[in-house]
């Protein structure tokens, strides 16, 4: 069975237990995990709880829309709920809550802790991801499970993990997916379309990332990729970030981020990713945060891109230096 902290999570599902509104959030600019997280959630409290009123909100992604819907909320119908925020340490990443005048909120989140804090906080950096939390508050607790919710739940954790290929996934992680699998019978091999199925514009657009990315000498990878090459290969903002994963074995890159332009929010959406460099500080200086080896941020103006890259090429740098000066 499942090694956790069975403290926390009782003290996890009794708050559930508790209230009759429920509003559950993710981070901006959702990835498979945060999406997949919330929607697992709502759907199981309620299966569970069938008189309750529970809520997944959020800005949706069309390219995500397997997972299931969102629900569009007017705030003041939710006032003195309870808000349940999954996959994100900073209250000011957290999308869709504008207005909402919750009673009390609960972190459940795989990411080092920051400025959201509860009287239930649920961090566990050792989790792969918090699909991989979600599962084991189900498996743990009488919150019910279906195929569907185990579903999102395993491709959230595939996502995250990189098809278990990051140093994150552990032994807990695989026990985990052991247990979902056989409480729910999942057909698992399945639901793998609904990650790696892309189009011939996205795979154009790989194309595009891998002749255009620039290397220093330190072993920074990087692209700045203005909003008008998004409309020309017909991919929609999310698309560098979904595919940062996919330039994980080159040689001579040891960090590498993409820069996307969007217009609309006037701002950079900023992914990072890191074989060796810690980034999550950096990350946290430029609006964002993250893991040690995998974060975001978001930048504000062309001046600060290139502060951020100079910044990121010197920790490439001073990682250089010392790994040869132990040698």
């Known amino acids: 069975m499942i090694p956790i902290n069975n403290n926390v999570v009782k003290k996890v599902f009794k708050k559930i237990r508790e209230y009759q509104k429920i509003v559950v959030a993710r981070h901006v600019g959702p ?20 008189e309750k009123e529970v809520v997944a909100v959020g800005l949706g992604v069309s ?7 969102l629900d569009k909320i007017e705030p003041e119908q939710y ?3 309870l808000l349940i925020v999954l996959d994100v340490p900073n209250i000011n990443r957290v999308d869709g809550i504008d207005g909402l005048a919750y009673q009390e909120i609960m972190k459940i989140d795989h990411h080092p802790a920051e400025d959201i804090k509860g009287p239930v906080d649920w961090t566990d950096e050792t989790s792969c991801s918090t699909c991989q939390m979600i599962a084991e508050l ?9 195929t569907k919710i185990a579903g999102n739940l395993y491709l959230g954790i595939v996502s995250d ?16 997916v052991h247990d979902l699998i056989r409480a729910s019978k999942l057909d698992f091999t399945s639901l793998y379309n609904y990650l790696y199925d892309r189009s011939l514009d996205e795979v154009k657009f790989q194309g595009y990332i891998a002749m255009n990315m620039k290397v220093t000498e330190n072993g920074l990878g990087y692209l700045v990729i203005p909003s008008d090459i998004i409309k020309e290969y017909h991919v929609d903002l999310a698309t560098p970030a979904n595919l940062i994963n996919s330039f994980n074995f080159i040689r001579e890159v040891t960090v590498w981020t993409f820069i ?21 500080e950096l990350a946290s200086k430029y609006h964002g945060g993250g893991h040690k080896y995998a974060s975001g941020a978001r930048i504000t103006s062309e001046e600060e891109v290139e502060s951020f890259i100079k910044d990121l090429d010197a920790l490439c740098e001073e990682y250089k230096r010392a790994s040869i000066s132990n040698l």
């Open 31 to 50: 990835d498979p995990d945060a999406i997949a997280s919330t929607i697992a959630l709502r759907d199981s409290i309620r299966l569970t709880f069938p």
């Open 161 to 176: 993990s990189d098809r278990f290929l990051l140093s994150y996934t552990t032994n807990k992680t695989f026990q985990v």
């Open 260 to 280: 996307t332009e969007d217009v609309k929010n006037k701002v950079y959406k900023v992914s990072i990713r890191s074989h060796g460099p810690i980034i999550n």
């Open 63 to 69: 390219k995500f829309k397997y997972y299931g819907i």
């Open 79 to 81: 006032q003195g709920c």
């Open 138 to 146: 189900i498996l743990k607790t009488p919150l019910k499970l279906d």
